[in-house]
């Protein structure tokens, strides 16, 4: 069949969420974001596998009602099978395993961080093969060289915090609450990025680091707050707009190694960081002055979601790639 109707399910941290793929697009995408972590400032993986549970159910509804499909006309499976939390993780491939049992259907295990990279393929205009993805999530931070669909290769990572986890600590940092990365983002938009300036980390080959950029973060705003405890009320928004413009600046000089290194410019950009306005906009600049082509998703394919992992389970069916009820949840 090469049309057939999937039913993806990405359930690896904190975001519910369910897809139908079908005649031959993502029809549906359907995301619930889990709020109870907020008083928490982080993910708590136990509240977050029960909240799965609570959401499982409706959510799947949801993305059917929303494609117009019902359960008896789908004709595979699909879920995050790894990396992420695997209490999270267990909830969407039980549930999906569940109903492939119940409905006598195959299933397909998905790794969410290929997904998010093939995210770039669920609107046209697609990127030509071979092309480099820069992965920017809650949890990694990637270059990605991309072969072909399924054949993707890490060519670079961050040793250290994840681009995500450097916007989300700067945030807990200002006092704003979790996630944080997308006030850092709205403060931003407000400030002057010139105002401070922190320090690009020599890391070398096509890896990241940000533990450095975080360190000297925490030291400039003690030191600032002793001469005035109202700094960073009175700052916010030249703060954030300076360590953006740092997180933002030491990616994408990264990425423009990597495109010198092999030669190639069709450039995608993914994960829940590439909702970042400020590094949308200085990648189009970058894209302007290097003759790349630049993909980015839409907003709503950018953070988790379960529209990547239908079109990266899509692809993997018409590769035959299937899996066995067998199939367990996999933390890394
Ligand atoms: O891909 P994702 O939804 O989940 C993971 O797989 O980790 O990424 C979540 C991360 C969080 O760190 C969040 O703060 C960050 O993406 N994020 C942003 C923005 N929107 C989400 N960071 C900066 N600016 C944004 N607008
Ligand atoms: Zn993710």
């Not at 699909?78 to 993780?89: E, M």
């Amino acid at each position: 069949m090469q049309n057939p109707t999937i039913l993806a399910i990405e359930s690896s941290c904190d975001d519910t969420s369910a897809a139908v793929f079908k005649n031959g697009k993502v029809a549906s995408n359907f995301i619930c974001n889990q709020k109870i972590h907020e008083q928490y400032g982080g993910v708590v993986p136990e509240l977050a596998s029960r909240d799965h549970l609570k959401n499982i159910v409706p959510v799947v509804e949801e993305a059917l009602k929303q494609s117009n499909t019902k359960l008896e006309h789908v004709d595979v499976f699909a879920c995050t099978v790894a990396p992420g939390l695997i209490g999270s993780l267990m909830v969407g491939v039980c549930y999906a395993k569940g109903l492939a049992m119940a409905m006598n259907k195959p299933l397909i295990g998905v790794n969410h961080m290929q997904a998010h990279v093939l995210a770039n393929f669920i609107d046209e205009p697609t990127p030509k093969f071979p092309c480099l993805c820069l992965t920017v999530s809650g949890g990694h931070t990637q270059i990605v060289l991309i072969k072909n669909f399924l054949e993707q290769e890490v060519i670079g990572e961050t040793l250290d915090d994840a681009a995500g986890e450097a916007f989300d600590k700067t945030a807990k940092m200002l006092g704003l609450p979790y996630p944080g990365g997308p006030l850092v983002d709205k403060y931003a938009q407000l400030g002057n990025p010139k105002t401070y300036d922190f320090p690009e980390p020599k890391i070398a080959d096509l890896n990241f680091s940000f533990s450095g950029l975080k360190t000297s973060v925490l030291y400039f705003l003690q030191k600032q707050k002793l001469a005035n405890p109202n700094f960073v009320e009175e700052n916010l928004n030249d703060i954030c707009a300076s360590v953006q413009q740092r997180i933002v600046s030491i990616l994408l000089n990264k990425l423009n190694k990597a495109s010198i290194q092999t030669g190639i410019r069709e450039i995608c950009i993914a994960g829940g960081v590439s909702a970042n306005s400020g590094l949308r906009q200085m990648a189009a600049d970058f894209a302007k002055q290097k003759n790349w082509n630049l993909y980015i998703p839409k907003f709503e394919y950018c953070t988790d979601n379960a529209g990547m992992i239908a079109i990266t389970a899509y692809q993997k069916y018409l590769k035959n790639e299937f899996d066995d009820l067998d199939l367990s949840p996999m933390a890394r």
